[in-house]
């Protein structure tokens, strides 16, 4: 019937709930954030070190090779991160958490650096 019709739309029909999507509010991005931080003044200390130093500072220390890899690994992934991270909508305030509208906002923004 038309009423059943009705019924099926998509507006009607339960939203699936989509768990790869990290709120933007949320306690886990918070931490998130704050290690990338923690990261960011490590590498404002080391890489000038290093290069001043034509890499002596830190050549005798296995342990600045991998701490510079897992910064450049984690970088990495915080912008893979950032393709699911929610947004507010600047006019409405709404939180935006469809993810390609996600994805095409964090392009277009001027965060996205390649």
Not at 43 to 65: H, M, Q, R, V
Request: overall charge negative; some cysteine; aromatic content about 18%.
């Amino acid at each position: 019937t038309q009423r059943d019709a009705h019924l099926l739309r998509k507006e009607h029909l339960p939203k699936a709930k989509n768990y790869w999507v990290i709120k933007v509010n949320s306690q886990q991005r918070l931490a998130w954030d704050f290690f990338v931080l923690v990261i960011t003044l490590f590498n404002c200390y080391a890489i000038p070190l290093d290069i001043a130093f034509d890499g002596k500072w830190f050549e005798n220390t296995e342990i600045f090779f991998w701490s510079i890899i897992f910064c450049d690994v984690f970088f990495a992934f915080d912008i893979v991160l950032n393709f699911r991270t929610t947004f507010l909508h600047p006019n409405t305030g709404d939180e935006i958490s469809n993810p390609k509208e996600l994805a095409r906002t964090y392009v277009m923004s001027s965060d996205f650096v390649i």
